[in-house]
């Protein structure tokens, strides 16, 4: 079945970075559109980053423009998400998922950005 396992989490001070990984199986992975998403406490889920089968295209929430870029490796059916200068608005689970798809979501991993 599908399956998604997220990773790289974590705490972290203002301005500071992290890589989270998502490890995906049970679906082909390079025909999918790609997606990062996150859901902070007492908020909806949203979709930070969106990245297409071939890696030529992405495409991010206007709040981590400049500051996040998301990646995948088609052999390794895997979505990276880079994320610099981080701030406490950026403090949530974060999910990957195929982008339009909203089940099999995985158990997400938490950032924390705090001093």
């Known amino acids: 079945q599908v399956q998604f396992v997220e990773s790289g989490g974590g705490l972290v001070q203002p301005g500071g970075s992290l890589r989270l990984s998502c490890a995906a199986s049970g679906f082909g992975f390079s025909w999918y559109d790609m997606a990062w998403y996150r859901q902070a406490p007492g908020k909806e889920r949203e979709l930070v980053a969106g990245i297409n089968p071939g890696a030529g295209s992405t495409d991010y929430t206007d709040s981590v423009k400049g500051r996040f870029t998301i990646s995948r490796d088609n052999r390794q059916n895997t979505v990276y998400l880079q994320m610099n200068s981080l701030k406490p608005e950026d403090t949530a689970v974060y999910y990957c998922?195929?982008?339009?798809?909203?089940?099999?979501w995985g158990q997400g991993t938490q950032v924390t950005v705090s001093s």
């Open positions: 998922n195929r982008r339009g798809f909203f089940d099999s």
